[in-house]
């Protein structure tokens, strides 16, 4: 169970904490114009048992999470490990690509 997100002020950038989670409001505003996808859906992603989990290789600790979203969309949720929350960075619907990876369970 969630708890109600609030808004956060850090280094005049508002922040969204939401439970173990976290993202910039603007951002998030963004990104749902531009993909479609608000922040709060694309937490479900990582609800869903069968989520893949892929590090972007950089070395920068960004990740992608690929999983079905309580819409039945499935996402690609690029985020960054921040202590004991995510950040959310950005959210938009899964690639043609993703979506086979999501099926096989594993990076090809």
Not at 54 to 59: K, L, N
Not at 62 to 90: D, F, K
């Amino acid at each position: 169970m969630r708890v109600n997100a609030f808004r956060l002020m850090l280094w005049d950038v508002p922040t969204v904490v939401e439970s173990d989670f976290e993202w910039d409001a603007d951002k998030a505003d963004a990104n749902e114009a531009k993909h479609g996808v608000a922040f709060d859906e694309a937490l479900d992603v990582f609800d869903d048992p069968s989520a893949v989990v892929i590090d972007d290789g950089s070395g920068s600790g960004v990740l992608l999470a690929i999983g079905h979203s309580s819409r039945g969309r499935l996402l690609a949720v690029v985020h960054i490990e921040r202590g004991e929350r995510v950040r959310i960075v950005s959210a938009r619907p899964a690639t043609r690509h993703e979506l086979r990876i999501y099926t096989e369970g594993q990076p090809t």
